[in-house]
């Protein structure tokens, strides 16, 4: 993605905005320490010319200068402090808003994104750009203007070396425009190899368990091997282009200090100048390449960012695929569930769900059924719109769920995956999903409801037991049972279960039986079965076979129907249909 001259200053527009004052007062210090860096050259031509004159007088110019160099210092050091805070001000709101875009971004993006891909781009891309809003636009600006100040200041001492400084000017200048781009591309590749070593980390050391226990080890080193020379091919060909082109400046810097030099001796020899004057040109020039080499470096630096930029830029306007509904009002209690023949794949070749028609009424409760990869996590996705289908509608509460606001319909829907997310925070924090105004009361009364005050009275510290990373300290059967305190919490009016696929132990699974009853009590529920016993009270079943209503009724007439699939698997005591 190419970025305009205007996409650098809309974003420094919208993130220095609001630090005004703080960008008003950086500017001050600049200039002030613009004009101190422009006048201690005169200070010091002035010194050297008066050499002769009384001590009293160079003793004044000395300690005019010590205090000068101190004025600097406090300057610079204000400065410094100031341009940190506003960069990392600027980034974190950037950050903030990369976040929450990323959060809202469809699921369709996330299968196709990393998380560690993504923290490369949320945190390392932006940390790049810190020093382009702290920096960037002060030193180019405050640079430009000392620029502008030596060549006035020597134009003015002796014209041949104004001209001299000038001409050296317009050639760097005009370098620095010409190969301001040149190492983008590599850094754009460094960044993008930074963010595939970050990918592939998050994903080896989340089933490090699998890798130990497969034997894997040399696989994962090998392909860190390669990732890393990828990095390392490109991190190097981007600091050897830049390093090209500060090295050129440097040399182009030497050549010019001493025509300048030697231009000075000849006009000190015949009498043209004086020698606190070639003092003075030979200051001049070397600030003059002080603050081209800064330029410079800051064009490095940009170059660092713009690839950071880009990527950025790219994330930002990734559009959502699944976009928020004009708004309707959802009806309040249990709400009805209508499938109006409803098709679906998670891209165009293929096809998940085929023609799926079904109709719930509020309070009812369905049973879904059928091979592993038939489609049933993915009919129920298409409820709170992690996706959208591809043909035909999905109702809730009798309107298209594509007319609601979106936090809207997901407020009233809760589900309970067999991947229950847990976070690395209490029992309370991870009840209530960091929601403070949920009391304890509240919170104690849904454990109590779900029969869990003896599981609660197990935990060590209460509401406060700290969770680890993952939630790794609890069995998969109190995960569920967790999930299930949430969505009480949330008080849905539909809710959807996916059933763990593996056998938990008798006690929670009788926990879990009478959690799942209660939860359901006056709210639609749609339960994806893997064991028979689950489905012994929904009212109504549905068995998908490869993405196709295979059967569909109420559960107690298929079961009374002995050429029903579902009399069948009653009688087989499987959970799959054989077709
Ligand atoms: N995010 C996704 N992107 C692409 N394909 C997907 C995605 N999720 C599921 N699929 C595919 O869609 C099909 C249906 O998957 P789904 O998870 O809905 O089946 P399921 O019946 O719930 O299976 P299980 O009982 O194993 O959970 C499968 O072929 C699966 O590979």
């Not at 949320?122 to 790049?128: E, I, L, N, S, W």
């Not at 059967?477 to 059933?499: K, M, N």
Request: overall charge negative.
């Amino acid at each position: 993605m190419k970025l305009s001259f205007s996409h650098y200053i809309s974003l420094l527009r919208m993130y220095l905005r609001p630090q005004w004052f703080k960008v008003c007062l950086l500017m001050l210090l600049l200039f002030g320490s613009i004009g101190l860096d422009l006048y201690n050259p005169q200070l010091l031509e002035h010194f050297i010319d008066s050499i002769h004159e009384g001590l009293d007088s160079l003793l004044w110019i000395a300690l005019l200068f010590i205090g000068l160099v101190c004025v600097h210092q406090v300057l610079t050091t204000l400065a410094s402090y100031l341009s940190e805070a506003i960069g990392w001000q600027a980034t974190n709101e950037l950050r903030f808003d990369l976040t929450l875009h990323c959060l809202n971004l469809d699921m369709s993006f996330h299968k196709e994104h990393t998380p560690g891909e993504l923290l490369e781009r949320v945190d390392g891309d932006v940390a790049q750009l810190s020093d382009f809003f702290s920096q960037f636009i002060f030193y180019m600006l405050g640079q430009g203007l000392l620029l502008i100040g030596i060549l006035a200041v020597t134009f003015w001492t002796d014209w041949r070396v104004g001209l001299l400084l000038l001409a050296f000017t317009a050639l760097m200048l005009t370098a620095i425009r010409s190969l301001r781009g040149i190492a983008v591309p590599y850094f754009r590749a460094s960044r993008q190899a930074s963010a595939k070593l970050s990918s592939f980390f998050e994903e080896r050391l989340v089933s490090v368990e699998d890798i130990s226990g497969n034997g894997a080890q040399p696989y994962v080193l090998a392909r860190l091997n390669q990732l890393s020379r990828q990095r390392l091919h490109f991190t190097l060909l981007s600091s050897v282009t830049g390093r090209f082109f500060s090295s050129a400046v440097e040399i182009s810097v030497a050549l010019t200090m001493a025509a300048a030099l030697t231009l000075g001796a000849y006009l000190l020899r015949n009498g043209q100048m004086s020698l606190g004057t070639v003092y003075a040109t030979y200051a001049y020039t070397s600030l003059l390449s002080g603050s081209l080499s800064i330029i410079t470096f800051q064009i490095n630096k940009i170059q660092v960012a713009t690839a950071s930029l880009q990527r950025i830029t790219e994330l930002h306007h990734t559009p959502n695929a699944i976009l928020d509904g004009p708004g309707a009002d959802l009806p309040g209690g249990a709400l009805a569930v209508r499938f109006a023949q409803v098709s679906f794949g998670y891209n165009p070749e293929q096809s998940v769900l085929r023609d799926i028609s079904l109709e719930l009424t509020p309070g009812r409760t369905l049973g879904l059924l059928g091979r592993t990869g038939s489609g049933k996590t993915t009919l129920t996705r298409l409820l709170y719109r992690a996706y959208d289908a591809r043909e035909g509608s999905v109702l809730l509460g009798n309107i298209d769920v594509r007319q609601y606001k979106l936090a809207e319909l997901r407020s009233r829907i809760g589900v309970v995956t067999q991947d229950v997310q847990l976070f690395q925070a209490s029992i309370r924090d991870n009840l209530t999903f960091f929601d403070a105004s949920i009391s304890d009361e509240r919170i104690l009364e849904v454990m109590t409801n779900l029969r869990l005050t003896p599981w609660y009275d197990s935990l060590p510290e209460g509401l406060d037991t700290m969770l680890a990373a993952g939630g790794k300290t609890l069995s998969s059967g109190e995960a569920q049972l967790l999930a299930f305190a949430r969505v009480f919490l949330q008080d849905p009016a539909l809710v959807i279960l996916d059933e763990a696929s593996s056998r938990l132990d008798p006690v929670t699974e009788k926990l879990i039986e009478g959690a799942i009853q209660l939860l359901l009590e006056g709210r639609t529920g749609i339960i994806i079965a893997h064991h028979l016993e689950t489905v012994r009270h929904v009212d109504d079943i549905l068995i998908l076979d490869e993405g196709q209503v295979q059967e569909y009724g109420a559960r107690q007439q298929l079961a009374a129907d002995p050429t029903s699939h579902f009399a069948h698997l009653l009688q087989t005591g499987l959970v799959e249909v054989l077709a």
